[in-house]
């Protein structure tokens, strides 16, 4: 059995002395000033949710709301949706998002695009060329940096106009509730007071967070090592050559293949097996190997050869 990711025993033991009331300390100004280290933003407010944030983001565009065509988060949809915002999909490569199909587009003024830092969690999203097309096309951009916080190669979570991010379980920052939003641009606090004030997290939150953080950068090396480790041994997977934290393996018998996996791949709590298609994933059939949900001890490659194994194994079938 493999171990579902869960905060380091450190952090646990900060947030059960912060909620006795045997610690005292700022630990929401501690949080605020780490993720302007980590993002580059000047502007942070933290957040009960990733969601939260997302609405905070969204509550502040004039324009259209663009998301991916897959490989997002249902969240943006329904939450645009909600806001009564004009929703427009964008094409992707699957999942990747390619600006010549952004070209495309018939957009209004002050729109924004919002995604998710890889694709389907699997593969890294070309910021840069993106975040340069939308400044240059008078686009926002609102990455969901969940997944991508705290990148050593400093190639996500930083160029987009917004950054948000859940600090929930299984997320790099890993506390179980909570996310933050920051930004260089203060009109967009400025506009949306009441979602914030509706969105508040609280001290014990914050002290995990903070402690958290501090390990954020390895953490994500290790996922994205383990991942690469795993595509290079088991053919036919999406993006293999792409930066991420599971893998896709597109397949006609998917359903079947993830119903036996999830027998044999099994976990203490929540499973590492997800099926496609899935917005969140990839719109076709698709085995997911959800590398970003195993606790750091389980990332070492003779345990990852036991899944390589294992999907080896159906797939030869």
Not at 2 to 10: D, E, M, V
Request: net charge negative; glycine share 6%.
């Amino acid at each position: 059995m493999f171990r579902f990711k869960s905060p380091s025993q450190k952090t646990l033991e900060i947030m059960s002395e912060v909620a006795k009331g045997n610690v005292d300390g700022n630990f929401e100004e501690s949080c605020i000033n780490k993720i302007r280290d980590l993002t580059t933003k000047e502007h942070v407010r933290m957040t009960s949710s990733a969601n939260n944030s997302i609405f905070i983001a969204l509550s502040a565009v004039t324009g259209d709301v663009i998301i991916p065509d897959q490989g997002g988060w249902h969240g943006f949809k329904q939450i645009a949706k909600f806001l009564g915002k004009n929703l427009i999909t964008v094409k992707t490569d699957d999942g990747l998002i390619n600006t010549d199909y952004l070209d495309e587009l018939d957009v209004n003024d002050d729109s924004a695009l919002i995604f998710t830092s890889f694709a389907g969690y699997t593969a890294e999203q070309d910021i840069k060329s993106i975040t340069k097309y939308c400044k240059n096309n008078n686009i926002l951009t609102i990455e969901d940096a969940s997944a991508g916080i705290g990148d050593a190669e400093k190639r996500l979570g930083r160029d987009s106009d917004v950054i948000l991010a859940s600090t929930g379980s299984p997320k790099m920052i890993n506390v179980g509730s909570g996310g933050f939003i920051a930004t260089d641009n203060e009109e967009i606090f400025k506009k949306t007071t009441l979602p914030q004030k509706l969105s508040k997290t609280n001290e014990i939150i914050c002290s995990g967070i903070d402690s958290e953080i501090d390990n954020v950068g390895k953490n994500l090396e290790l996922s994205l090592n383990a991942t690469e480790h795993v595509k290079k041994h088991i053919p036919n997977t999406l993006h293999a050559d792409k930066r991420g934290i599971n893998v896709i393996i597109p397949h006609d018998n998917a359903k079947a293949i993830c119903w036996d996996l999830k027998k044999t791949l099994t976990t203490d709590k929540s499973g590492m097996i997800t099926t496609c298609p899935n917005y969140n994933r990839i719109k076709q059939k698709a085995i997911c190997i959800e590398i970003k949900n195993l606790d750091y001890d389980c990332l070492e490659k003779e345990k990852l050869n036991i899944i390589i194994d294992e999907v080896n194994n159906l797939l030869q079938a």
